[in-house]
Structures are given as C-alpha cells and as structure tokens.
C-alpha cells in the first residue's frame, strides 16, 4: 500500500509532512552551512531541542492511536518512553568502556561504585546497537503485551483501566530507583560518550540523530495512517463508540485492543529509545505519573483522533514548557492548567478543530458564502 | 469418585474434550427442523429466579414472537443464547449439535447467531455503508482484518441488503445522523450481513412512528423463510401485525405458546396481562 492512498484525505497530516521535511532539510543546512555569525544561523542546542520535541510528538502519535481511536485512555504510556530509553541508555553506557570516572574497562560506574564486581545478566548483550535498538522496541512491547492481555481479557475498561495504567508506571518508578534494580537508581545513565562511534557532541551527530527523530516520526505517522484507514481500523473507532456491539457482530475486542495497544508501546519505546541519546541522560523520573498525563494532554491540546493534532500539541506544549520554564519558571504548570482548561471548554476538538470552526463560522458569517453552500 | 471410575468416565467413547472441542464440526444440523433447544434452563440472579426451567424452541425459518410483563425473562433468554449470560442449570443448543453454553458471544455470533439490542446501537461515527462492512460475515481475526480489501462480491452484498432495509439514499451518511428508525434498520441490516441463521430482534419498535412499523413489519416478514426470527416485543398490535407463533413468557418460563387468537384468549394469559 503506498503513502499516497494512506494518506488521502488527511490534509492534516499531509500539510504536517511537508513541514517535517522542509524542517528536515532547512534545519542541517542553517546549522552546518550558514556561518555562525548570521543571523539566520540555528545553534546546535536549537537542532537538538527540535529533535526532542519530534520524538515527544512520535510518543503523542502513539498515545492518539490508542486513545484517539480505540478509546483506550493509557495513563501510563510515558513507562513504555521510559523502558525504550533506558534500553538506548545501556547501550550508550557500555560504549562508555573504560572512559568512565573508575576506568573500569566492562562496568559502568554506578556498578563500580556499588562494589558489582560482574555485569548482570540483563546487561549481556547491550554492547551491540542491534541488540540495544531492538530490545528498546521488544521490551516496551512485551510488557504491553502481557499487561493488555490480563487487563482487555478481563474486560477491564474506562477509568479502571487508566488507573491500572498509572500504577504500572508508577511501580516501574519506584523500581528503578532502587539502587539494587541494576540501572543506576535515581541517578539513572548518564554520561554517555558516543553512539556508534559517533562522538554525542559533535553537531554532525546532533544533525544525524535530529533526521533519525524526523525520519521516525514520518514512519511512525505513516504507520498510524495505515492502522487507521486499514478495516482494523474502522474496527478500533468501532470498540472506542461501541464496543459491545462490536463483540455481537463477532470481533474479538480484546485481541484487537491487544494488537494496537502493543503496537502503540512499540512506537513510544522508539521514541523514547531517540529522546535519550539527545538529552543525555535517563533517570527513573521518566516513569513519573505526571509525565503520562502531561503527554495526555498533549494530545487533547492537539486534538484527538487525528494524528497530526498529536504533533501539533506535543510540539506547541512543550515549546511553551521550554519558553516559560526559562522566562517565568513559575508560571509554566499554571499555564499548563490554564491551557487545558481552555482547550476543553472552547475547542473540544483541539487545534486541529479550529480549522473546522473558524470554517464553519466564517459561512455562517457571510451571508454570500452560505447562499453559495447552498446554491448547488 | 474412584480412580476406576473416572478412568470409565475418561474413556467413554461419547466423550466430548474441551480441549478438542474447537476440532469438533461446527456445522449446524437442522435435520429435525429446530434450529435452537433450550431445555430445563434456570438462572438466578442474587436469588431472584430470572429464568425458571424454561423449555423453549424455535424452528427453522420461523418467525417467532416472545411476548410477557416486564421481568418475565425475555432479554435473559437472549443473554443466553449469545453466551452473554450462563445459565446455573440446563442446556442450550444451537442445531441438534452444538452446545452454545460451551462457546464464547464472538464465537456464537460467528456461528450465525445475530442479535439486535433493545436500544439502537450502530457504530455513530462510520457511515451506513462502514457500518455493513464491519459486520460483514468474514474472517474477522486481527491481521486478516488489517489487511482486509472489499471485494466487487462484497460491495454488491452490502448494496443489496442496504436495499433490503431501505437506506440506499442514506449509504454515505454518517449512522449517528440517522433516525431513531433508521438506525434501528441499519442495526437489522448489520445482523444480516453476518449472514445469520438466528436472529434475535429485541423491541425493535420502541419509540417508532406508525410509517416506520409497517415498515419494519414488512421488513421482518421478508426475512420469514430464509432466516429464524426471534422478536421480542411490547407492542400488541405489532405482535398481531407479523406473528404466526407467539410464545408468553411469565416469571421466567413459557406461560402459553400458539397463534396469537389461541394466546390472547388463554385466560391465563389474560390474568397475567389485565389481572395485576
């Protein structure tokens, strides 16, 4: 199936392409080309952000897919980020090797300084990019994947389910703060030196792992597509409206819940698996609860079960986290409240609604463009 | 129960396995010319009898009416039958062979029991003609539904039972802003994209204009022949309007079952209805 028959009639969605790939090429050339002294010039800490923001708005497209669609509200969809990032952090740690602070030539330092004189067994492996990359997908799905077979076999819905999912996140937090966990308690992995012989410094590397996040965006989008406008699913929009109805008419709902919930865990933990060799670091924060609902929001800013309303809203969110934590520190969380409050008592269908409404109210504005409607 | 005896029992040559029991022919036998059994069937809820040894049988191609107050047992029956609801005593057969207490409500549908709800539920946000894909008979298992493309037979069948309940003007429209008799036809509809042998119709009038009854009357006696019709409904001069057999229902068992003159002159059926 190719792009073009996925994509048609998400205008949305094609007009946030173009502009993830105008961003794909202009952005390099702004910071590798243009002199440091013009003004047109992006700084590698510019470059870096950006990449971020696309791996935050590949974690809201998963979370869209779930909620948006299947109606499922996962509060606990920031755990599958975290298990993909924490995967990529052990791979960036024993690339470490012996350039740590105790110059251990296989440990990691939090393992020396634990007096660990062997790697654990769950460590084994995490030297290859292979193994790292695929268990940053495999993890994160498994988990996904038991949780939901338990939770949709049970018929575990609505409310219940987003509290099962905020305790799964949570649990994970409290895990791996634990120092005798194995990934460096509160810590977390940090340090990290390069990524397939990369140095993580150089802004060759920075640029590389910006176009990894803009290129795993795009597929993440195009495969979300396909899952929607695939017979799958008009069955998943058919459990989130009805889904009683959907088990009579002979659909086995919790398998299908089942397959788009572990898919969507697969995509976060590739997100989550890019967001950390960019920000440096990983620590078990990542698993906070409030994380999972910050990223809810995200998507409601956005507009749910559209898709690219998910990477408007991660993108615009978290561009504002970054501009009032640094203007006004205080007042981000306020404008975080005030903002979701404001999207959901005026745009109940997010910024991708607002299209739609100000359409819809410039007709009935003018009284010409009403009599054109309908005319035909 | 000793060791010798449950060894007996494991060998039995009648001896049907859970475990191989999806390995069993599935295909529904109407030879005897009864297409659903219930017998002896019993269910209580926290001590309140719903159904109460309640025999109960439809015949192939029939169209039946199950009538009685409310709290009789009617929507519990077809809990029953979809395997929404497990009995506490008794059995329920689907063709002289299949064991329908032994199936899950996926599994039930699939086999060809289709039921309407008493409230009209259609998938709102998909169009009339979405609404009949997804109910299409099919392999309805996860990856083949990914990969699921209509084809031109497909197209023609949805075509031909959008004519069937009458909503070709409407093939594009979104079900949530269908009619409140609209949405009850398009639900019927879905029930026979399924390709059904059974089909449980549960209050299909509630709250429908006189047009639209006599619409769904004809709409049900169509279907009279080619499928078995289970309705269930309040409404009298409806009941008089379709059924040849009516079956009352009284404190969860079968109270009289006739034509509706035998039915409406049994005066314990007339207690039932005027006495209280």
């Known amino acids: 199936m190719g792009v073009a028959s996925v994509m048609r009639g998400d205008k949305g969605g094609q007009a946030m392409l173009a502009v993830l790939l105008v961003v794909a090429v202009v952005v390099p050339i702004l910071n590798l080309v243009v002199p440091e002294s013009s003004p047109w010039h992006v700084s590698t800490y510019t470059v870096t952000l950006l990449g971020k923001y696309l791996t935050y708005a590949l974690l809201a497209v998963a979370v869209d897919l779930v909620w948006g669609y299947l109606g499922i509200l996962s509060l606990g969809h920031a755990a599958f980020f975290g298990l993909g990032g924490y995967a990529m952090g052990m791979y960036l740690m024993r690339q470490i090797g012996d350039r740590g602070v105790y110059g251990h030539p296989v440990l990691p330092d939090f393992m020396v300084f634990l007096n660990w004189s062997e790697l654990p067994w769950f460590w084994q492996g995490f030297d290859l990019f292979w193994f790292a990359a695929l268990m940053a997908i495999l993890v994160p799905g498994t988990l996904a994947f038991v949780f939901g077979y338990l939770a949709f076999r049970s018929r575990v819905t609505g409310v219940y389910l987003s509290i099962m999912t905020q305790a799964l996140t949570y649990a994970l937090m409290l895990a791996f703060f634990r120092n005798e966990m194995g990934f460096g308690g509160n810590n977390g992995l940090t340090d990290f030196k390069d990524i397939l012989g990369f140095d993580l410094k150089s802004d060759a590397t920075r640029i590389g792992l910006f176009l990894a996040s803009a290129g795993a965006l795009a597929l993440g989008y195009l495969a979300c597509r396909w899952i929607v406008t695939s017979r799958l699913g008009r069955v998943a929009v058919a459990i989130r409206d009805a889904e009683a109805r959907t088990r009579f008419i002979g659909y086995r709902v919790d398998r299908v819940k089942l397959a788009i919930f572990t898919f969507s865990a697969m995509l976060a933990g590739v997100a989550g698996a890019l967001y950390v060799p960019q920000v440096g670091i990983i620590n078990p924060g990542e698993f906070s609860p409030l994380n999972s609902i910050e990223l809810v929001i995200w998507v409601a800013i956005g507009g749910r079960a559209t898709l690219y309303g998910a990477v408007i809203g991660a993108i615009l969110v978290n561009y504002g986290k970054t501009y009032f934590t640094g203007a006004f520190p205080e007042a981000w969380l306020f404008a975080l409240g005030a903002l979701f409050v404001i999207v959901t008592l005026f745009l109940p269908k997010g910024i991708a609604g607002l299209v739609g409404m100000i359409r819809t109210w410039r007709r009935s504005r003018s009284p010409a463009g009403s009599a054109a409607e309908a005319a035909p | ?276």
């Open chain 2, 1 to 276: 129960m000793k060791p010798v005896e449950q060894l007996r029992q494991s060998m039995r040559k009648d001896r049907q396995w859970s475990f191989m029991y999806s390995m069993l022919d599935l295909d529904l036998d109407v030879s005897q010319g009864v297409i659903l059994y219930l017998e002896d069937v019993s269910v209580s809820f926290d001590g309140f009898k719903a159904i109460n040894n309640l025999n109960f049988y439809v015949n192939a191609g029939e169209l039946r009416c199950v009538i009685g107050p409310n709290g009789a047992g009617k929507t519990t029956m077809m809990d029953i039958i979809t395997g929404k609801t497990r009995p506490d005593t008794g059995s329920a057969y689907f063709g002289r062979t299949i064991d329908l207490l032994r199936l899950s409500e996926p599994e039930i549908a699939a086999l060809g029991v289709g039921r309407k709800f008493q409230k009209p539920t259609v998938f709102e946000s998909h169009s009339v003609f979405e609404n009949l894909e997804l109910a299409m008979a099919g392999d309805k298992r996860v990856f083949p539904t990914l990969f699921a493309r209509l084809s031109g037979e497909q197209r023609d069948r949805i075509h031909e039972v959008l004519g069937i309940i009458g909503l070709q003007e409407q093939t594009q429209r979104e079900a949530g802003a269908l009619s409140h008799g609209q949405k009850q036809w398009l639900e019927i509809g879905m029930l026979l994209m399924q390709d059904p042998h059974l089909l449980l119709v549960d209050e299909p009038v509630a709250g429908m204009t006189h047009q639209e009854m006599d619409r769904t009357a004809e709409l049900l006696l169509s279907l009279e022949g080619k499928h078995s019709v289970v309705v269930v409904e309040h409404d009298m001069d409806f009941v008089r309007s379709i059924a040849k057999r009516v079956t009352v229902l009284h404190q969860g068992s079968v109270l009289a079952e006739g034509s509706m003159d035998e039915v409406q002159n049994d005066p314990r059926v007339v207690e039932v209805y005027l006495g209280e």
